[in-house]
């Protein structure tokens, strides 16, 4: 399995990025899919998810309201539609995926996940 990570670069802060997860040797329909990041000196931290089968979506507080997360099951891609950024939103971002069903709670959980992508940098800045 093997994920990618794309669409990361640098945005002013009000802007939008999208980011898409492609992944061989799993199709995301049938696994929950995660986006984390992590900041330069700080630890990774969720961002959101996206549960298997009903697509029940998760956010971290923060990006509530700016961020959503979708599947394209016919690609086999997994998207962070990330808007009105904040230069607090600069990060590597990560995606990752579990093979499991886990209970709501452990999406936001890094251990949950099984398979990792490397990250794309976002940089929001003027």
């Known amino acids: 399995v093997q994920l990618q990570a794309s669409g990361g670069g640098l945005v002013q802060p009000g802007g939008s990025l999208r980011l898409t997860c492609s992944a061989s040797g799993l199709t995301f329909s049938s696994s929950g899919t995660g986006w984390f990041r992590q900041a330069p000196g700080k630890e990774r931290e969720f961002v959101a998810a996206?549960?298997?089968?009903?697509?029940?979506?998760y956010y971290t507080n923060s990006v509530k309201g700016r961020f959503t997360i979708s599947r394209d099951n016919a690609n086999n891609r997994v998207y962070l539609q990330m808007n009105s950024l904040r230069p607090e939103d600069t990060a590597v971002y990560f995606c990752?995926?579990?093979?499991?069903?886990?209970?709501?709670?452990?999406?936001?959980?890094?251990?949950?996940?099984?398979?990792w992508g490397q990250g794309t940098l976002v940089t929001v800045s003027s």
């Open positions: 996206v549960r298997k089968g009903n697509l029940s979506t």
């Open positions: 990752a995926t579990t093979m499991g069903n886990p209970i709501s709670s452990a999406y936001y959980r890094p251990s949950t996940y099984s398979y």
